[in-house]
């Protein structure tokens, strides 16, 4: 039976520079914007504040939907990628609540998409996207039945 996994993600902005999450796995150093999966009765904006706090310690609301990301991993795992986008006046201190999380980094775009570290291809992708494409508002994404 197909099951593609639900994921989430934060493309937060600040001052030019973009922040990244910094993890070690299977021993290699990988950056990715703050994301994680869906979880039971929740919202996908209430997942992405959710795991921008776990991951970076910092609180803040999405301000709109940047797309949708459909990705197959090399392992044949589907994925399903929502990615909302954060915009902050000023760069933040992060406190990763997460120890999966290694550190944070605000960096630039063109860092990002040169990175050979990245955890997957969407983490550029979606920069690129945050560059060229349009913003779309939060209220297209319906929710029936779920907490708010």
């Keep these: 039976m197909f099951k593609p996994h639900v994921t989430v993600a934060c493309v937060v902005q600040a001052q030019g520079k973009f922040l990244v999450v910094e993890e070690t796995i299977h021993g290699k150093v990988t950056w990715n914007q703050p994301a994680g999966h869906l979880e039971a009765d929740e919202t996908l904006v209430s997942a992405a504040k959710r795991e921008l706090y776990e991951e970076t310690g910092i609180h803040a609301e999405p301000q709109s939907f940047l797309g949708l990301h459909q ?6 795992t589907p994925f399903l990628r929502f990615a909302f986008v954060i915009d ?3 760069i933040l201190d992060t ?3 997460d120890d999966d999380i290694d550190q944070c980094r605000w960096v630039s775009a063109e860092d990002i998409i040169g990175s050979s570290q990245l955890r997957s291809p969407l983490v550029a992708e979606s920069i690129r996207c945050y560059q060229k494409s349009p913003r779309y508002p939060l209220e ?9």
């Design 71 to 76: 990705w197959q991993a090399p392992d044949g």
């Design 95 to 97: 406190a990763p609540q």
């Design 140 to 148: 297209i994404l319906h929710n029936f039945n779920l907490p708010e």
């Design 88 to 90: 902050l006046p000023e």
